[in-house]
C-alpha cells in the first residue's frame, strides 16, 4: 500500500484502505464506507487525457449515475 497515491483521492463518505489494482485506465480500491463501516471496492477511472470531469453517485441494489463532462472544441 502506498499512502500517498491514497492521499490523491478524495472520497466525501469513504475511507480509501488499499490499492487493489492499478492500471492504465483505472485504479481500484480497498475501502470503508463511513455512515455504516460497510466494506466497498471502489474504481475510479483515469481521465488524464482530458480536461473533463467524472462524477459517479452508486446506491447499492438501485445502480449507479454517471456525469460526464468534456470540453468542446480547443
Known sequence: MTTAI???YRISGYKLIE??????KAKVYRAI???????VVIKIL???SHTGTLKVN???G???EFEITLPIGN
Open 33 to 39: 464506507r463511513m455512515m455504516d463501516q460497510q466494506p
Open 58 to 60: 452508486s446506491t447499492f
Open 62 to 64: 438501485q445502480g449507479s
Open 6 to 8: 491514497l492521499e490523491v
Open 46 to 48: 483515469q481521465l488524464k
Open 19 to 24: 490499492i487493489l489494482y492499478q492500471g492504465f
